[in-house]
């Protein structure tokens, strides 16, 4: 079997979700894992019949029968937001969601505290707000960071007194540091999460290993590499890991290291959403976005022509790939983007060490007055030359936001790692 690693090498929103959606429309998927970010995820998926769902913690396999979802302990799990996900996916017609989930019982519990703190604090940043999705990944992370041994975790809705005991004590922390916070009372989030417990499969870590040899599983990332905590431009950046990394320790941990193609995502042009560097934005790329606007947390949807220098440069942060899905090769031939394939001082980002936040400062500094350079002529053939820029083959081809509107180029190897051009 042949397990796939899906991961954004941009600042998310280049179609992660239809294409781990082709990928088990196209083969046997036993389950997809996700290994990072929580319930700000928005991967957007389009049947041929015109339903749509924006899949946040489930897998954006979900609409094809029998595939399960699996949320590692690398996932921040919100159980409230999860069932209001079941919902919707039930009024759209699939009824065993919840029946098809596993969660990690060692994942951490976003709650209603964590979501009200993110907010003010983004708030209080005025005109400096770093474009948070305002749903407490980030909160919940940091708390975790500050009390490990006290976080509420998703095993904790299998015991009511030690969840209750762990709600207040961060209820009466947060507000102690922020002031009262909007969100229910801690008996209402216990009866809530304890139904959560109650109508979900939560599972040890050996669960993974157990998924990996039933069947094929596509590993479905969150947000974008150029997003990432430790080598992403900061501070506009998320507080998980974007690239390879937690996918590949779970492997590792099951026994079947290097057992899984690595495929990155890219769009023809390059999105962000909200504030921080974008090189070759220009306002006038807009494409019509049925599904993803601009929204009062993480602020406009932007877009820029190509950026091939910060998309080598995430492809170096993430150990390199065995191919690419090049996506939005429909909005590619009406609206004619270039490609960008310097800045005025450099046609290379060099990644530093994991950590050095200051030097990743610095970075973001510098690419605020960048400039593009721009290749000649505007591409025809968007594939060949992704390919030639990035020195990466593109396996994928995706002209619509349905599985149908993927073309297949090249099959998808078996792992063996295509380094990214020096």
């Not at 239809?18 to 036993?30: F, Y």
């Not at 319930?39 to 339903?51: E, F, I, K, N, S």
């Not at 749903?135 to 030690?162: I, K, N």
């Not at 049925?290 to 080598?312: E, L, S």
Request: aromatic share 6%; with cysteine; hydrophobic share 40%.
């Amino acid at each position: 079997m042949n397990h796939v690693i899906v991961v954004d090498l941009g600042y998310g929103d280049a179609g992660k979700g239809t294409v781990v959606d082709w990928l088990c429309a196209s083969r046997p998927v036993h389950a997809v894992v996700r290994f990072n970010g929580g319930a700000q995820a928005a991967h957007t998926v389009v049947l041929p019949d015109g339903r749509h769902h924006t899949f946040a913690q489930f897998g954006s396999g979900t609409f094809r029968p029998g595939v399960r979802t699996h949320l590692s302990r690398h996932m921040v799990v919100d159980p409230l937001a999860l069932a209001g996900e079941a919902d919707h996916l039930a009024v759209l017609g699939v009824t065993d969601a919840l029946p098809r989930l596993t969660v990690d019982r060692d994942a951490l519990v976003a709650t209603p505290w964590h979501r009200a703190a993110n907010r003010a604090r983004e708030l209080a940043r005025g005109g400096d707000r770093h474009g948070s999705c305002g749903m407490g990944v980030g909160e919940t992370t940091a708390y975790a960071l500050a009390y490990p041994d006290e976080a509420p975790r998703v095993g904790d809705c299998l015991s009511p007194a030690r969840l209750r005991s762990r709600l207040a004590a961060l209820r009466d922390r947060l507000a102690a540091e922020l002031g009262p916070l909007d969100a229910p009372s801690v008996d209402d989030c216990v009866t809530a999460f304890t139904a959560f417990g109650e109508r979900v499969s939560i599972v040890d870590d050996d669960h993974t290993g157990r998924l990996l040899r039933a069947g094929t599983v596509v590993f479905e990332g969150a947000q974008g590499v150029l997003l990432d905590e430790w080598h992403g431009f900061h501070p506009y950046t998320t507080w998980s890991t974007t690239t390879f990394a937690n996918a590949e320790a779970l492997l590792t941990e099951a026994g079947l290291p290097g057992t899984a193609t690595r495929l990155g995502v890219l769009r023809t042009v390059t999105p962000r959403h909200g504030p921080g560097p974008l090189v070759t934005e220009d306002p006038a790329l807009a494409p019509a976005e049925p599904h993803n606007h601009t929204n009062a947390w993480q602020g406009r949807f932007r877009f820029g022509h190509f950026d091939a220098v910060a998309h080598r440069y995430a492809l170096e942060v993430a150990g390199g790939v065995d191919g690419l899905a090049l996506t939005h090769l429909d909005v590619a031939r009406a609206l004619r983007p270039r490609i960008c394939a310097a800045y005025d001082w450099t046609d290379r980002l060099v990644p530093g060490p994991a950590g050095d936040l200051a030097r990743q400062e610095e970075l973001t500094r510098r690419l605020s007055t960048s400039r593009p350079v721009y290749a000649e002529p505007p591409p025809t053939d968007w594939p060949t030359a992704v390919e030639e820029h990035l020195g990466v083959p593109v396996l994928v081809t995706s002209d619509g936001p349905t599985a149908g509107d993927k073309t297949l180029r090249h099959p998808v190897p078996l792992p063996h790692r295509v380094e990214v051009a020096r």
